[in-house]
């Protein structure tokens, strides 16, 4: 009881998950700009093919399941609001719960929520991987007409959709929900349906009537295995098992922050060398003040606004990003000389 209680009186304070994220981001800035990249240089400098790939998804993925789990907290706070049980009775009600009753309240707010995210999570799925489209596009183009890389591009493209759809899928509790999640990856969902087709002539090309076959089993097998766990466990409160009532609750407010922190940061870097060599080509001098809209339209930035003013709001969180944020740009910042004089060195 006193665990439960201290972990109301906590979460009453800051939201959890966006702590940890503010934190690892913050921790993984100053290890990699402080101490890896004086030393050994940045670590996707030359990033092959199936490593971008690998990145994207995650980014992707983890990405999606965030914003998965900002919906999710906004729906059980709205659905708190209307059985009267927010605010908490007995507690004293301050200006932010009054703010964040409202928010929950106003049918607007939850529409400027979810086309906020529509923005996030599209906008990554189409500008996120322009690098990565680059680069298999050139593959396919050099294939010959018997080459299954001919559709690499298509298979790319069903990956990439695939991973927003099951973050929303494994997340999100409930018809409603998982319908408001399809609306808002639109074209992600779109992308992994109609590339799902094409896909199959590529491991047709692959490996035959076996990679058709093995295709088709494994990628159904794996939509079918989701959804079924999630209609017979996850609809129907998997946390009422005993053990999975303790490991859930931190997969949910540390372990998934993390992942998303890192695979944030990892684009932010693919991000930052594709900048400086754009800068570069058009002789534009590589600085903080020319590479900022870079990181901008990137996604970390917008997608940490995003996920810091949607309901519930928490002051202390608030302050906490923008010191997480100031430090890692001043940690950026130090680096951006050596970035510029290897983008030079290299041409």
């Keep these: ?18 702590l940890v994220f503010d934190l690892t981001l913050s921790v993984a800035a100053l290890v990699v700009y ?6 050994d240089g940045f670590l996707f400098m030359k990033t092959g093919v199936v490593e971008m790939i690998v990145i994207i998804l995650c980014v992707l993925f983890f990405t999606a399941l965030f914003f998965a789990g900002i919906l999710r907290k906004y729906d059980e706070l709205s659905e708190d609001c209307r059985l009267g049980i927010y605010p908490p009775a007995g507690n004293r009600i301050h200006a932010i719960d009054r703010l964040n009753k409202w928010m929950a309240e106003t049918p607007f707010v939850g529409f400027l929520l979810g086309a906020c995210i529509f923005v996030g999570i599209n906008g990554l799925f189409i500008l996120m991987p322009m690098d990565l489209y680059k680069a298999v596009t050139k ?14 591009v298509m298979f790319t493209l069903f990956l990439a959709g695939m ?28 992308a992994a349906v109609v590339m799902w087709i094409t896909s199959i002539i590529y491991f047709a090309y692959l490996f035959g009537a076996v990679g058709v076959i093995l295709f088709i089993l494994i990628s159904s097998g794996l939509v079918a295995g989701i ?55 058009n002789h534009i001098s590589i600085d903080m003040a020319n590479i900022f809209p870079y990181l901008l339209l990137g996604g970390l930035i917008p997608i940490r606004a995003v996920i810091l003013f949607a309901p519930p709001v928490k002051p202390l969180n608030i302050v906490i990003a923008g010191a997480a944020f100031a430090w890692f740009f001043i940690n950026l910042d130090s ?11 290299l041409r």
């Design 1 to 18: 009881m006193r665990n439960n209680a201290l972990a109301d009186k906590i979460s009453g304070l800051i939201n959890l998950d966006e």
């Design 34 to 39: 402080r101490l890896i990249v004086p030393r």
């Design 139 to 152: 593959i396919a183009v050099d294939a010959g007409r018997e080459d299954a890389n001919q559709f690499i």
């Design 163 to 190: 991973s927003v759809i099951l973050a929303g899928v494994t997340l999100l509790k409930g018809l409603q929900s998982l319908m408001k999640w399809f609306t808002i990856t639109i074209i992600p969902f779109l």
């Design 227 to 281: 959804v079924l766990l999630k209609v017979y466990f996850r609809d129907r409160e998997i946390t009422d098992i005993p053990v999975l009532e303790k490991v859930v609750p931190p997969v949910r407010m540390i372990v998934i922050p993390i992942f998303t922190a890192l695979a944030m940061m990892a684009w932010n870097e693919m991000i930052l060398i594709s900048s400086a060599n754009q800068l570069a080509d």
């Design 335 to 345: 680096v951006i000389v050596t970035l510029s004089n290897l983008v030079i060195s």
